[in-house]
Protein backbone atom coordinates (compact mmCIF):
# COMPACT_ATOMS: atom_id res chain seq x y z
CA UNK A 1 0.00 0.00 0.00
CA UNK A 2 1.38 3.54 -0.88
CA UNK A 3 0.28 6.75 0.73
CA UNK A 4 -0.30 10.27 -0.08
CA UNK A 5 -0.79 12.84 2.70
CA UNK A 6 -2.67 10.94 5.20
CA UNK A 7 -5.25 8.60 2.37
CA UNK A 8 -3.88 5.27 1.70
CA UNK A 9 -3.56 4.18 -1.81
CA UNK A 10 -5.40 0.76 -3.13
CA UNK A 11 -3.25 -1.52 -5.03
CA UNK A 12 -5.59 -1.49 -7.88
CA UNK A 13 -3.88 -3.90 -10.07
CA UNK A 14 -2.85 -7.32 -8.25
CA UNK A 15 0.73 -8.41 -10.26
CA UNK A 16 -1.42 -11.41 -11.66
CA UNK A 17 -3.59 -8.06 -13.66
CA UNK A 18 -6.63 -8.59 -11.56
CA UNK A 19 -8.31 -5.71 -10.04
CA UNK A 20 -9.39 -4.56 -6.74
CA UNK A 21 -12.70 -6.64 -6.47
CA UNK A 22 -11.34 -9.56 -9.05
CA UNK A 23 -12.39 -8.78 -12.19
CA UNK A 24 -10.52 -8.63 -15.42
CA UNK A 25 -9.29 -5.71 -17.03
CA UNK A 26 -12.32 -6.29 -19.89
CA UNK A 27 -14.90 -7.08 -17.77
CA UNK A 28 -18.35 -4.95 -16.54
CA UNK A 29 -19.35 -5.05 -12.82
CA UNK A 30 -22.98 -7.17 -12.77
CA UNK A 31 -25.89 -5.39 -14.63
CA UNK A 32 -29.49 -5.43 -13.95
CA UNK A 33 -32.59 -3.53 -15.85
CA UNK A 34 -35.71 -3.88 -15.68
CA UNK A 35 -38.15 -1.46 -18.17
CA UNK A 36 -41.24 -0.43 -16.65
CA UNK A 37 -40.45 0.14 -12.96
CA UNK A 38 -42.43 3.14 -12.43
CA UNK A 39 -46.34 3.15 -12.85
CA UNK A 40 -46.83 7.26 -13.07
CA UNK A 41 -44.39 7.67 -15.70
CA UNK A 42 -45.11 7.41 -19.48
CA UNK A 43 -41.52 5.73 -19.27
CA UNK A 44 -39.01 4.49 -16.85
CA UNK A 45 -36.32 1.94 -15.77
CA UNK A 46 -34.44 1.09 -12.56
CA UNK A 47 -30.50 0.18 -13.61
CA UNK A 48 -28.48 -1.67 -10.71
CA UNK A 49 -24.92 -1.62 -11.90
CA UNK A 50 -22.45 -3.00 -9.91
CA UNK A 51 -23.42 -0.81 -6.27
CA UNK A 52 -24.86 1.74 -8.46
CA UNK A 53 -28.47 1.90 -8.17
CA UNK A 54 -30.63 4.58 -10.41
CA UNK A 55 -34.32 5.34 -11.62
CA UNK A 56 -35.00 6.74 -14.93
CA UNK A 57 -38.67 7.99 -15.54
CA UNK A 58 -39.49 9.58 -18.72
CA UNK A 59 -42.63 11.97 -19.41
CA UNK A 60 -43.88 12.99 -22.73
CA UNK A 61 -44.06 14.32 -25.53
CA UNK A 62 -46.14 17.06 -23.51
CA UNK A 63 -46.90 20.40 -22.77
CA UNK A 64 -43.31 23.17 -22.57
CA UNK A 65 -42.67 24.42 -19.46
CA UNK A 66 -41.36 27.29 -19.53
CA UNK A 67 -43.23 28.16 -22.74
CA UNK A 68 -40.92 30.31 -24.11
CA UNK A 69 -38.53 27.57 -25.20
CA UNK A 70 -41.24 25.33 -26.98
CA UNK A 71 -39.59 25.56 -30.79
CA UNK A 72 -42.14 25.15 -33.38
CA UNK A 73 -40.25 22.09 -35.65
CA UNK A 74 -39.14 20.18 -32.71
CA UNK A 75 -39.50 18.59 -29.60
CA UNK A 76 -36.96 19.54 -27.15
CA UNK A 77 -35.17 16.95 -25.27
CA UNK A 78 -34.40 17.91 -21.24
CA UNK A 79 -32.98 16.67 -18.86
CA UNK A 80 -32.07 16.78 -14.78
CA UNK A 81 -29.33 14.22 -13.29
CA UNK A 82 -29.66 14.15 -9.68
CA UNK A 83 -27.54 12.52 -7.00
CA UNK A 84 -29.62 11.98 -4.28
CA UNK A 85 -28.20 13.46 -0.53
CA UNK A 86 -27.78 10.14 0.91
CA UNK A 87 -26.65 8.33 -2.77
CA UNK A 88 -22.97 8.71 -1.03
CA UNK A 89 -20.50 8.27 1.59
CA UNK A 90 -19.83 11.69 2.09
CA UNK A 91 -22.35 14.31 3.13
CA UNK A 92 -23.92 15.50 -0.19
CA UNK A 93 -25.96 18.96 -0.07
CA UNK A 94 -29.72 18.41 -1.34
CA UNK A 95 -30.59 19.87 -4.97
CA UNK A 96 -28.56 19.90 -8.39
CA UNK A 97 -25.03 21.13 -7.96
CA UNK A 98 -22.91 22.63 -10.43
CA UNK A 99 -21.95 19.06 -11.45
CA UNK A 100 -25.59 17.67 -11.61
CA UNK A 101 -26.36 20.45 -13.73
CA UNK A 102 -23.16 19.55 -16.20
CA UNK A 103 -23.72 15.82 -16.27
CA UNK A 104 -27.99 16.97 -17.10
CA UNK A 105 -26.85 18.87 -20.14
CA UNK A 106 -24.16 16.80 -21.96
CA UNK A 107 -27.03 13.40 -21.57
CA UNK A 108 -29.74 15.50 -22.89
CA UNK A 109 -27.49 16.49 -25.98
CA UNK A 110 -27.26 12.99 -26.11
CA UNK A 111 -30.71 11.94 -26.56
CA UNK A 112 -31.12 15.16 -29.05
CA UNK A 113 -29.08 13.49 -31.29
CA UNK A 114 -30.88 9.91 -31.39
CA UNK A 115 -34.36 11.25 -30.76
CA UNK A 116 -36.44 11.94 -33.54
CA UNK A 117 -37.50 15.04 -32.07
CA UNK A 118 -39.01 16.13 -35.20
CA UNK A 119 -42.45 14.11 -34.87
CA UNK A 120 -43.39 16.14 -31.78
CA UNK A 121 -43.03 19.67 -32.05
CA UNK A 122 -44.05 22.69 -30.20
CA UNK A 123 -43.85 19.83 -27.19
CA UNK A 124 -41.30 18.68 -24.00
CA UNK A 125 -39.69 15.32 -23.71
CA UNK A 126 -38.59 15.11 -20.02
CA UNK A 127 -36.26 12.74 -18.70
CA UNK A 128 -35.61 12.72 -14.86
CA UNK A 129 -32.69 10.57 -13.74
CA UNK A 130 -32.01 9.99 -9.84
CA UNK A 131 -28.99 8.04 -8.39
CA UNK A 132 -30.56 6.47 -5.27
CA UNK A 133 -26.76 4.65 -4.67
CA UNK A 134 -23.21 5.51 -6.28
CA UNK A 135 -20.18 4.04 -6.84
CA UNK A 136 -18.62 5.58 -9.82
CA UNK A 137 -20.28 5.76 -13.17
CA UNK A 138 -23.51 6.58 -12.53
CA UNK A 139 -23.17 9.15 -15.86
CA UNK A 140 -23.33 6.24 -17.74
CA UNK A 141 -25.93 4.01 -15.61
CA UNK A 142 -28.13 7.10 -16.13
CA UNK A 143 -27.80 7.04 -19.68
CA UNK A 144 -28.25 3.40 -19.83
CA UNK A 145 -31.62 3.90 -17.22
CA UNK A 146 -32.89 6.73 -19.63
CA UNK A 147 -32.55 5.01 -22.87
CA UNK A 148 -34.66 1.99 -21.65
CA UNK A 149 -37.36 4.50 -19.87
CA UNK A 150 -37.16 6.45 -23.57
CA UNK A 151 -37.84 3.28 -25.59
CA UNK A 152 -40.86 2.60 -22.49
CA UNK A 153 -42.06 5.64 -23.25
CA UNK A 154 -42.68 4.61 -26.93
CA UNK A 155 -40.43 7.28 -28.27
CA UNK A 156 -38.71 6.75 -31.26
CA UNK A 157 -35.17 7.10 -31.09
CA UNK A 158 -32.46 5.91 -33.87
CA UNK A 159 -31.11 2.97 -31.37
CA UNK A 160 -31.13 2.44 -27.92
CA UNK A 161 -28.37 4.38 -26.37
CA UNK A 162 -25.60 2.05 -24.23
CA UNK A 163 -23.02 3.61 -22.49
CA UNK A 164 -19.68 2.83 -20.17
CA UNK A 165 -16.62 4.50 -18.90
CA UNK A 166 -13.21 3.32 -19.21
CA UNK A 167 -10.08 3.71 -17.44
CA UNK A 168 -6.43 3.69 -17.05
CA UNK A 169 -5.77 2.23 -13.72
CA UNK A 170 -2.13 0.97 -12.81
CA UNK A 171 -1.37 1.63 -15.62
CA UNK A 172 -3.46 -0.25 -17.78
CA UNK A 173 -6.85 -0.06 -19.72
CA UNK A 174 -9.71 -1.00 -18.16
CA UNK A 175 -13.71 -1.66 -19.01
CA UNK A 176 -16.49 0.09 -16.44
CA UNK A 177 -14.29 1.40 -13.67
CA UNK A 178 -15.36 1.40 -9.70
CA UNK A 179 -15.13 4.13 -7.21
CA UNK A 180 -11.72 3.10 -6.01
CA UNK A 181 -10.81 3.05 -9.65
CA UNK A 182 -11.95 6.02 -10.47
CA UNK A 183 -10.97 7.87 -7.51
CA UNK A 184 -6.90 6.58 -7.16
CA UNK A 185 -6.88 5.85 -11.25
CA UNK A 186 -4.82 7.42 -13.93
CA UNK A 187 -8.06 8.68 -16.13
CA UNK A 188 -11.59 7.70 -16.70
CA UNK A 189 -13.19 8.27 -19.90
CA UNK A 190 -17.33 8.12 -19.96
CA UNK A 191 -19.00 7.12 -23.55
CA UNK A 192 -22.09 6.57 -25.11
CA UNK A 193 -22.79 5.13 -28.47
CA UNK A 194 -25.08 4.31 -31.11
CA UNK A 195 -24.41 0.85 -31.87
CA UNK A 196 -25.73 0.29 -35.40
CA UNK A 197 -23.17 3.05 -36.84
CA UNK A 198 -20.81 3.09 -33.93
CA UNK A 199 -21.18 7.11 -33.84
CA UNK A 200 -20.28 8.47 -29.84
CA UNK A 201 -22.82 10.97 -28.60
CA UNK A 202 -21.18 11.61 -25.42
CA UNK A 203 -17.48 11.39 -24.79
CA UNK A 204 -15.75 12.69 -21.85
CA UNK A 205 -12.25 12.48 -20.27
CA UNK A 206 -10.46 13.06 -16.81
CA UNK A 207 -6.51 12.31 -16.42
CA UNK A 208 -4.04 11.38 -18.84
CA UNK A 209 -3.86 9.00 -21.65
CA UNK A 210 -1.56 8.04 -24.98
CA UNK A 211 -2.91 8.61 -28.25
CA UNK A 212 -2.11 4.34 -27.98
CA UNK A 213 -4.14 4.27 -24.45
CA UNK A 214 -6.68 6.34 -25.72
CA UNK A 215 -7.62 3.89 -28.60
CA UNK A 216 -6.98 0.63 -27.32
CA UNK A 217 -10.08 2.36 -24.46
CA UNK A 218 -12.35 3.64 -27.38
CA UNK A 219 -12.00 -0.09 -28.84
CA UNK A 220 -12.68 -1.82 -25.25
CA UNK A 221 -15.61 0.93 -24.34
CA UNK A 222 -17.27 0.06 -27.73
CA UNK A 223 -17.04 -3.53 -27.06
CA UNK A 224 -18.50 -2.95 -23.76
CA UNK A 225 -21.35 -0.57 -24.92
CA UNK A 226 -22.35 -3.84 -27.42
CA UNK A 227 -22.64 -6.12 -24.42
CA UNK A 228 -24.60 -3.54 -22.31
CA UNK A 229 -26.88 -3.02 -25.40
CA UNK A 230 -27.53 -6.89 -25.43
CA UNK A 231 -28.92 -6.47 -21.82
CA UNK A 232 -30.60 -3.32 -22.49
CA UNK A 233 -32.71 -5.00 -25.10
CA UNK A 234 -33.74 -8.23 -23.24
CA UNK A 235 -35.12 -5.69 -20.58
CA UNK A 236 -37.48 -4.28 -22.68
CA UNK A 237 -38.59 -7.89 -24.04
CA UNK A 238 -38.91 -8.87 -20.61
CA UNK A 239 -40.85 -6.03 -20.04
CA UNK A 240 -43.00 -6.59 -22.79
CA UNK A 241 -43.37 -10.42 -22.61
CA UNK A 242 -44.40 -9.98 -19.25
CA UNK A 243 -46.98 -7.54 -19.96
CA UNK A 244 -45.65 -5.00 -17.61
CA UNK A 245 -42.77 -4.14 -15.58
CA UNK A 246 -42.00 -4.07 -11.78
CA UNK A 247 -44.60 -2.85 -9.25
Known sequence: MGSVG???????????????????????RSIRIVAGALHGADGSAFVEWGANKVMAAVYGPREVHPRHLQQNNKAIVQCRYNMA??????????????????ISKVISEAFESVIFAEEFPRTSIDIYIEVLQANAGTRCAGVVAASVALADAGIPM?????????????????????KEEDNYGEADLPMALVPQSGRLVLLQMEGHMTREELAKALDLGVTGCRAIYEKMKQALRDRYASGGGAA
Not at 9 to 27: A, K, Q
Open 6 to 28: AKEVPVLLSPEGLRIDGRHLEEL
Open 85 to 102: AFSVDERKRPGLDRRSQE
Open 158 to 178: VDLLPAVAVGKVGGAIALDLK
